[in-house]
């Protein structure tokens, strides 16, 4: 039988009864403490302190949530100040050539990348032999959503990176309303657990429509 059906039942008589006779009620519904109301502190000590270590363990919890708050505003300040850099940086980009040498090391120094590449469609279209890792990875990308995991295929990642990388984030260099990537920006880590599946891909989606943007004004249009 709950409390909430014997308080419906009980008189007062029969719930200070029942108090006394279960002593350890409130040891058994801690959460009943916060309910009780004390018009005299007599003899009530330890009922007291009761009230006061939970008021104490719910403050702690609620700074421990503001705190963690607090770091993920710093963190999320600090990602769009590099994003920041690196806009414009892309800016100032005047040709291909200067956006494929000097925008993957800006990554890597901006965002601490161990390996940092590119394909363009293009490209890849002019050597069968990316063909094949080139087609694919674009198959994985799934609505041009960038993807992570650590469990890429051969084929994929020595199309991209050299032998010692062990997680990868894959994101289509694309335009607003795209079907198709204009190219794929490959970031890559030594550490298997950097990039893995479960990872959130927003600032990856948008690092790809922002460098498939630059790489629309740079890249000589198709004949």
């Known amino acids: 039988m709950t409390i909430e059906k014997q308080e419906t039942i009980f008189g007062k008589a029969e719930l200070v009864s029942y108090l006394e006779n279960n002593p350890n009620v409130f040891q058994q519904h801690p959460e009943l403490l916060e309910l009780v109301t004390l018009a005299d502190s007599r003899g009530t000590a330890s009922l007291l302190e009761r009230q006061v270590s939970m008021m104490k363990e719910r403050l702690s919890e609620h700074k421990s949530q503001h705190s963690q708050f607090v770091q993920v505003a710093r963190e999320n300040e600090q990602i769009s100040d590099s994003f920041t850099h690196i806009i414009c940086q892309m800016i100032g980009f005047t040709n291909l050539s200067q956006f494929a040498t000097e925008f993957p090391s800006e990554l890597r120094t901006t965002f601490n990348i161990d390996e940092v590449s590119f394909k363009t469609a293009q490209a890849a279209a002019r050597r069968p032999s990316d063909n094949e890792g080139y087609d694919d990875a674009v198959r994985r990308m799934v609505n041009n959503r960038a993807v992570s995991d650590n469990r890429w295929p051969s084929n994929i990642m020595k199309l991209f990176f050299s032998a010692n990388i062990n997680s990868a ?12 990537p204009l190219g794929i920006l490959a970031l890559g880590s030594q550490h298997p657990d950097r990039y893995t599946n479960d990872l959130g891909t927003a600032h990856l989606d948008r690092l790809g429509l922002m460098s498939g943007l630059c790489l629309a004004r740079l890249q000589p249009s198709e004949v």
Not at 169 to 180: D, T
């Open 169 to 180: 984030a894959l994101i289509p260099m694309r335009k607003p309303n795209s079907e198709e």
